[in-house]
Nanobody, 123 residues
Framework: QVQLVESGGGLVQAGGSLRLSCAASGRTFSSYAMGWFRQAPGKEREFVAAISWSSSRTYYADSVKGRFTISRVNAKNTVYLQMNSLKPEDTAVYYC????????????????WGQGTQVTVSS
């Protein structure tokens, strides 16, 4: 069992930056691939970024590539999402998730989810 708690969301102007954190409980955090997803009102949950357990592999959605960076510190049971050059279309609730796959981009491949943190980007 893994419990995930996101933090770091908020209101930011377009062009600004935020860093989201996701703290995980449990002693097996390092064995999970981690991912970030987001869901805007009226839209489906979409993949943002993923990282393998060893940080050797990362994937990004095309819409955030070059602006967002996913990272993790296994010793702290924490995964991060650094978001730069934010745009109004990045406004959504951001969720972190844990997967037993090597790395995953589909919501169905994730086993545990956090409650989400709101990110609002004003124009």
């Amino acid at each position: 069992q893994v419990q995930l708690v996101e933090s770091g969301g908020g209101l930011v102007q377009a062009g600004g930056s935020l860093r989201l954190s996701c703290a995980a409980s449990g002693r097996t955090f390092s064995s999970y691939a981690m991912g970030w997803f987001r869901q805007a009102p009226g839209k489906e949950r979409e993949f943002v970024a993923a990282i393998s357990w060893s940080s050797s592999r990362t994937y990004y959605a095309d819409s955030v590539k070059g602006r967002f960076t996913i990272s993790r510190v296994n010793a702290k049971n924490t995964v991060y999402l650094q978001m730069n050059s934010l745009k109004p279309e990045d406004t959504a609730v951001y969720y972190c998730a844990a997967s037993t796959q090597l790395i995953a981009t589909m919501p169905a491949e994730y086993n545990y989810w956090g409650q989400g943190t709101q990110v609002t980007v004003s124009s």
